[in-house]
């Protein structure tokens, strides 16, 4: 913590970001390097990725380390704030790899940091493993450097689509709401053929801009065309409005569900009784079937974790530590860390983790399937899984003053 | 035709919220000639206050204004005071350079103290609509507005009739006369610059009641306001709301017809076209 006071009072006062590192690194540390959103408008989102890379470094080295041709070598973090700053997070990958010369690259938050960020990587041929970037636009472009471990966004709803089909009353009329950037706007893009093909029609079909707080005019056209499902892509401070401004109009859809917000513990405290209903998706829960080499299990991970930062995790942070964890793999397996082969070891990982199984595709991304959730009551549940519902829906939705 | 109405409504108590955030900033600017660009950040911590008195102390958000202006209000003076007075005779350019800089370590405080957490301030009447036939009206957001049209008649009357507000608005046109009449500019501005920050508290409030709070909320909010105060001109309060009621029916009504992307893209645009049309603002003196 106090590094971080120290981190942040710098930043305030010299107007310029100053790495900290967690622990001293010496000189035979394997360093993974990172810039991550630690203050800034994604700072809530991207303190899971620096807590999950230190949560991860530490455990792996308080198990020795990672080994590298015979020999035991312990990990280290070079960590930036970038200020949730895209051309900021760039100049410091820059400087990551040309400057400090860190061995791998651990990635930022948010599809279009990673999107930016990635051309670093590729540039110095220097693998990164990002769990922070769903963006089917990053891995579209034929880039060998950059692996990602979030499922694709365009599959986002995909579950949430094939749940509608088996409501009943079954839905008829969908609209869709997303925010302008390179995440919601591949999840709009794959969530419509779906929609189409589920023979849903779309009442509302509508982008709005990043950061918009006033959603009062779209939730009025929400209630006038009669949208049964609201499906919304964009971030929590907006689902947050949306929400709260639904209630305030009196919007009840049947059911709605959005990208994000929903997993994530403070979000559903700042909502309160209001997050009843809502539903939402997730690839990770911390399940004791996950097995993983250096937790234990998921279940452990997350436990852990929470005693450690006093949150929960989300899958945020379990992608996050994943990304760690196959760095340390493909590091054994190509028992090296020269960059090129580490590259060639991920391209052919297949880590059982505590967030699922790892095995990257031609184009560096994992797939993985999304649990439905929803917010029941004050609890988290896991509705519609691979093999269909696993809990019982609360569907449809009653209005706000009956509930 | 009902969703035009409701549209319509939407637009006109979002305006009495914008209203209400940019009444301080246009005071401030108006009289100090600084354009306090922290005001945002000055709002959020009014916000976070608010939710304090809300959450341990059990006060509602509306009763509990008075008590937010008021601390805001101290520590505005308090800034005033020992800072801005240090460059008030300076050249513009100065007086936007402290006031970004307050706004950066403003916004970094908060969230060393609060952390980025998302917060919303909800009594249980937050959610509550009124409905009229077809028109849904929020009872929060009316509260907000009625809040908005109290404060700026306050402002207004005690502009014209206090002995303060005269002395106020007698620096704001000729400080040398001012001086001669008595008038300490010292303590004037302070209290101006108080009452301006007191304002954004108050606002503060009411935003964390309808919207969400974190500590990144200012810049966006500071450049809504500059907007506001130059639609709407900095002479006279009544000016502000107009600004603010103009700007929430455009952005409201955009959405509608144009796409949710393109409401920034017209409250903007007014701007600029109220720049060239009538530079001194809507209800400003034409030159």
Redesign the interface.
């Known amino acids: 913590m106090s590094n971080r ?1 120290l981190h ?1 009072a710098g ?2 006062l010299a ?1 310029v970001a100053f790495a900290f590192s967690s622990g001293a690194a010496r000189a035979d540390d394997i360093v993974l390097g990172a810039s991550v959103q630690l ?3 994604s ?2 989102t991207g ?1 899971y990725y620096k807590d999950a890379y230190e949560f991860a470094i530490d455990k792996i080295n308080a198990a020795g380390g990672v080994s590298v041709g015979g020999e035991k070598r312990k990990l280290a973090l070079k960590i930036y704030d970038n200020q ?1 700053d895209v051309n900021l997070s760039v100049r410091q990958y820059t400087q990551l790899v040309s400057q400090d010369k860190v061995a791998l690259l651990l990635g930022p938050f948010a599809s279009n940091f990673a999107l930016a960020d990635s051309a670093v990587s590729e540039k110095y041929q220097i693998p990164m493993v990002q769990g922070g970037g769903a963006s089917d636009q990053i891995f579209s472009r034929k880039f060998k450097y950059i692996f990602g471990t979030l499922a694709p966004a365009s599959n986002y709803f995909g579950s949430t689509v094939k749940m509608l089909k088996e409501l009943d009353p079954a839905p008829k009329s969908v609209a869709l ?1 997303y925010a ?1 950037d390179a995440f919601d706007v591949s999840v709009a893009n794959g969530t419509r053929p779906l929609l189409k093909d589920a023979g849903l029609t779309i009442a509302m079909d ?4 990043s ?4 959603f ?3 939730l ?2 929400i ?2 065309n009669g949208a049964e499902v609201v499906l919304v892509a964009g971030h ?2 907006e689902i ?2 949306f929400v ?2 639904a ?4 919007v009840a859809p049947k059911l709605y569900s959005f990208t994000v917000g929903v997993p994530s513990e ?2 559903r ?4 009784a ?1 997050a009843d209903y809502a539903f939402g998706m997730t690839a990770w829960l911390p399940s004791a079937k996950l097995k993983d080499k250096w937790f234990g299990d998921a279940a452990t991970f997350a436990k852990d974790y929470k005693a450690k930062y006093n949150y929960d995790p989300d899958y945020h942070a379990a992608s996050g530590a994943a990304d760690v964890e196959a760095l340390a793999q493909a590091i054994e397996d190509a028992g090296a860390t020269d960059p090129t082969k580490v590259r060639d070891a991920l391209a052919k990982l297949n880590l059982d983790s505590l967030y699922g199984k790892i095995a990257f595709a031609e184009n560096g991304q994992i797939d993985l399937p999304q649990t439905v959730i929803q917010v029941q009551g004050t609890e988290l549940k896991a509705i519609y899984g691979a093999n269909g519902f696993i809990e019982k829906p609360k569907y449809p939705m009653p209005a ?1 003053d009956k509930r | 035709m ?2 035009l109405a ?2 319509l409504i ?2 006109i ?2 305006g009495g919220l914008y209203a209400i955030m940019a009444l301080g900033l246009a005071l401030v600017w108006g009289v100090l000639n600084i354009v306090n660009l922290a005001h945002g950040a000055f709002i959020m911590l009014g916000a976070y206050l608010s939710w304090h008195l809300y959450t341990y102390l059990g006060i509602d958000p509306f009763l509990g204004l008075p008590i937010t202006a008021i601390i805001m209000f101290a520590l505005g003076y308090a800034v005033q005071r020992g800072l801005l007075n240090l460059v008030v005779r300076g050249p513009m350019f100065n007086t936007l350079l402290i006031t970004f800089g307050l706004e ?2 403003l916004t ?2 908060a ?2 103290t609060f952390s ?5 301030i ?1 009594p249980p009447y ?4 009124i ?1 009229l036939g077809p028109v ?1 009206l ?4 009316l509260m907000a507005f009625g809040v908005a049209i109290v404060l700026t008649l306050a402002m207004w009357a005690f502009l014209l009739r206090s002995k303060l507000g005269r002395a106020i608005r007698a620096t704001a046109q000729n400080l040398v006369a001012a001086r001669l009449y008595g008038v300490e500019p010292r303590h004037l501005y302070a209290v101006t610059f108080g009452i301006g920050i007191g304002l954004a508290g108050a606002a503060g409030g009411l935003y964390g009641t ?3 709070i ?3 909320i200012g810049a ?1 909010l500071t450049a809504k306001c500059f907007a506001i105060a130059i639609i709407g001109g900095l002479d006279n309060p009544f000016g502000v709301l107009v600004g603010g009621l103009f700007l929430g029916i455009i ?2 009504l955009a ?2 017809y144009i ?3 393109f ?2 893209v017209a409250s903007f645009g007014v701007l600029v076209a109220v720049l060239i049309v009538r530079p001194s603002g809507l209800l400003g003196k034409t030159a």
């Open positions: 006071m942040l930043a305030l107007g203050t800034g408008a700072a809530n303190r949730s709401l302008d509508e982008k709005y801009s950061n918009a707080s006033d009062n005019s779209l009025s056209q209630k006038s929590e401070t947050l409005n709260r401004q209630k305030s109009l009196a403070d979000f405290k700042a909502l309160g209001d706000w | 009902d969703l409701q549209i939407n637009g108590l979002l950066v370590v970094y405080l969230q060393l980025a957490d998302f917060r919303t909800n937050a959610g509550n609509s409905a849904v929020p009872q929060a957001r309808v919207s969400q974190n500590p990144y966006a952005e409201s959405v509608l796409g949710a992307t409401a920034d």
